[in-house]
């Protein structure tokens, strides 16, 4: 019984992550998304308001991070899991948002815009808990 509501509880938080992405349009500012599903590779940056792009990028970050760990702590019901992770997902966000902020900043000069589009994929998506996921799983086999 206890497995069955940490897998209804996981899933129902997977469904979390899964309609912040289909509602990504109407919920966040992101003219970047129109621009990396048209041809980019044209050079042509579309106009975006510096401020509010990084805001909404933080904004998805947090709530996609503060899921993730859910899905951790529920997983694992292990303090230590989440600290580690906490501090991984800050230690991460602080590199790669100052990354994206100084390549938007830039983004007139850019004639890859490859970097930028993985950059910031992996700010607005969910990445870290796939990689945490398995990786505290085998931890806790090898040391349980």
Do not use: W
């Not at 996609?64 to 501090?87: E, H, P």
Request: net charge positive; proline share 3%; charged share 15%.
């Amino acid at each position: 019984m206890k497995t069955l509501i940490k897998l209804v509880c996981i899933g129902f938080l997977l469904v979390c992550l899964a309609a912040i992405r289909f509602f990504e349009t109407s919920l966040f500012y992101d003219p970047l998304l129109n621009f990396f599903h048209s041809n980019y590779l044209k050079g042509v940056t579309p106009e975006f308001h510096f401020g509010k792009l990084v805001g909404y990028t933080i904004l998805r970050f947090l709530l996609n991070s503060a899921i993730s760990l859910l899905i951790l702590y529920v997983a694992f019901k292990d303090s230590s899991v989440l600290k580690f992770s906490a501090l991984l997902y800050t230690i991460v966000f602080v590199a790669l948002i100052s990354v994206f902020c100084i390549m938007l900043l830039q983004v007139e000069q850019i004639d890859n815009f490859m970097p930028l589009f993985y950059v910031r994929r992996f700010l607005i998506q969910p990445v870290m808990v796939i990689l945490l996921l398995p990786a505290f799983y085998y931890y806790k086999r090898q040391h349980d």
